[in-house]
């Protein structure tokens, strides 16, 4: 009983730092992991057992081949003519392509390689587009088994708890239909996507640090003496002194050494405060103010991810210094350099001449602007890379040859063609994805061995076994599609899967369909720009509020959601 409570009390500190705190969910899975190790939970033997998972394995060589693939040419060629003058015909074509692609290619990777592209079309606003071409990339990556990582993760699972993972197109037929209805409601409702020109970028929502030197003539003088508050395009918002915040800024209040002034605004004028004797922005500091502004996102599992600026080595490692900083419609506060850096966060950068000529700078940010940072592969590789993948997935999807192997020899060619480069595969190794699941393989076996799940199942199994299996099923899907859009989609799948397989087996029914309703439940994130990277990456590309992805995602997210409860005990039965 004890034990049930230690294991409890874990799992529910672990779903409460999801929700509700900013520590990253690698972090609150490792902690819980060793929780439940060093608490006796689990033996050393399946602890290390849960690391070598075969489907764990298998997502990590997907996610490494997948940056040599977003490397590939031909989709980005393809990109280019995908947007026409006919909004509605461009919204099909960029859908179907994007959910084609996204079945076959890491969806994170389809979505940076076509965000730019029709961030800059020429017809439509980037608001009626980006969008869609998120929803297209998760919707498409359900259809096959390495369409998502959420799709390996429930695969991994299932292998954990009865020896044997889903097949490649496990996922095609509740997918394909679950895609179709997702596309075709989110083009009967695209008149409810926002219409925001390229430029119209609220100055709000951008963050820009000056400090006050030591011999600054300021210091003494009062804001509104100083003109401080008669800036054309930027606004002082607060002031950041040692560990005080001072905001609203009075116009009577007094400069001091080292203060930290926070600005809002038009982050291309920043070069106005370079008028003020003494006062001193990251990028002046670094000697790059009158460089080339460039606006870059955060791609997810870049280097400088959940890490601040002032720590990240950001100059060094880019030759670029942080001028600005936003982040979708949150408001941000204090110091620019303490800030920890979140996929998706909009970032200004006074370029040097060395920036574009850094290999890391496409593996880490998506660039927003005309110019490519990224080095093309020789045509003759490129598509030699293009029909190797195409190979693999043939034969893995016909039972041939297994998709572990498959991805490992690929992974060999890319290394031996140097497509991508050892280094490159360390600086980019998905550790926290591979944490986060082990970890959760870990969890589940703790709460397998000390019959919480059991007993949670059981308790289920009573309050429901009036309402049928059908009803235990739909429950299943709507609390991990709840659960996703509250954290992340892997989390969810994670957090889910235990209490589904309990559940089935407390109802002495096949496990499959419930494992199935947590993958489709953890990918059907259309509400939040939270719960799915991509819907995270095109958020500043945009201009999305919260309130567009609620508007725009709840018809998409309730047709996916009603094929896959009518389709799931149909493809799937239950018995």
């Known amino acids: 009983m004890l034990e049930q409570l230690y294991i409890a009390a874990i799992f529910l500190g672990l779903f409460y730092g999801l929700v509700f705190s900013s520590v990253s969910p690698a972090w609150l899975f490792t902690a819980a992991m060793g929780a439940a190790y060093f608490g006796g939970l689990v033996d050393t033997t399946a602890l290390l057992d849960k690391v070598t998972n075969q489907g764990l394995v298998t997502l990590t060589l997907l996610i490494l081949v997948s940056i040599g693939l977003e490397k590939l040419s031909w989709l980005s060629r393809l990109a280019r003519g995908l947007v026409v003058k006919g909004y509605r015909w461009s919204l099909l074509r ?50 096959t088994l390495i369409g ?15 020896g ?15 895609t179709l209805a997702g596309l075709a409601a989110m083009f009967l409702s695209s008149r409810l996507l926002p219409h925001r020109e390229r430029e119209a970028i609220s100055i709000a929502e951008y963050l820009v640090e000056a400090e006050v030197m030591a011999d600054s003539p300021l210091i003494g003088r009062s804001i509104a003496d100083n003109g401080l508050r008669e800036l054309d395009a930027l606004f002082l918002v607060e002031i950041v002194r040692g560990d005080h915040l001072i905001s609203p800024v009075a116009p009577q209040e007094h400069i001091e050494a080292g203060d930290k002034l926070i600005f809002s605004g038009d982050i291309a004028r920043v070069s106005v405060l370079e008028r003020f004797d003494g006062l001193r922005t990251f990028a002046a500091e670094e000697g790059l103010l009158r460089g080339n502004l460039v606006q870059v996102v955060v791609l997810p599992g870049a280097t400088v991810e959940g890490k601040t600026i002032k720590n990240s080595g950001f100059r060094s490692l880019f030759d670029a210094a942080v001028v600005g900083l936003r982040r979708g419609g949150q408001r941000l506060s204090g110091k620019l350099g303490s800030i920890s850096l979140q ?68 992974l060999v060619l890319m290394l031996g063609l140097r497509v991508v480069r050892p280094g490159e595969l360390r600086r980019r190794f998905p550790f926290e ?7 959760a393989l870990v969890l589940s076996q703790a709460m397998t061995n000390t019959g919480l799940v059991g007993n949670i199942a059981d308790f289920l199994h009573q309050h429901l076994a009036s309402r049928g299996p059908y009803v235990a099923l739909a429950g299943v899907y709507l609390s991990t599609l709840l659960l996703t859009e ?3 989609n892997n989390a969810a799948a994670a957090l889910a899967f235990p209490v589904a397989y309990g559940l089935a087996e407390s109802y002495g029914l ?35 509020r919260f309130s567009d992805y609620l508007r725009c995602g709840l018809p998409v997210s309730v047709s996916y959601s009603l094929v896959v409860l009518f389709l799931l005990p149909l493809i799937f039965p239950l018995a």
């Open 433 to 439: 994805i591979v944490m986060i699941i082990a970890s």
């Open 510 to 544: 096949s496990v499959l369909p419930f494992a199935m309703a947590v993958a489709y439940g953890a990918s059907a994130s259309f509400l939040t720009p939270y719960g799915y990277t991509t819907n995270l990456m095109v958020q500043n590309l945009g201009n999305y």
């Open 94 to 143: 960029i859908s179907l392509v994007t959910g084609i692609f996204s079945a076959v290619v890491n969806n994170t990777a389809v979505v940076a390689t076509l965000a730019n592209t029709l961030r800059e079309n020429p017809h439509h606003p980037p608001s009626r587009l980006l969008l869609p071409l998120s929803y297209a990339a998760v919707l498409g990556g359900t259809m």
């Open 486 to 488: 509250l954290m992340t």
């Open 148 to 162: 998502t990582s959420t799709n390996l993760i429930v695969s991994s699972f299932l292998e954990d708890a009865t």
């Open 343 to 410: 996929a998706g966060d909009s970032l200004m950068l006074a370029a040097g001449g060395d920036f574009y000529g850094r290999r890391n700078v496409d593996k880490n940010f998506l660039v927003v602007g005309s110019r490519s940072v990224q080095v093309q592969l020789p045509a003759l590789v490129d598509v030699l890379m293009g029909v190797a993948m195409l190979v693999v997935v043939t034969l893995a999807a016909l039972a041939i040859v297994p998709l572990i192997k498959g991805l490992a020899a690929m």
């Open 164 to 178: 044997e993972g889903l097949a490649f197109f496990d996922f095609l037929p509740i997918g394909f239909a679950a």
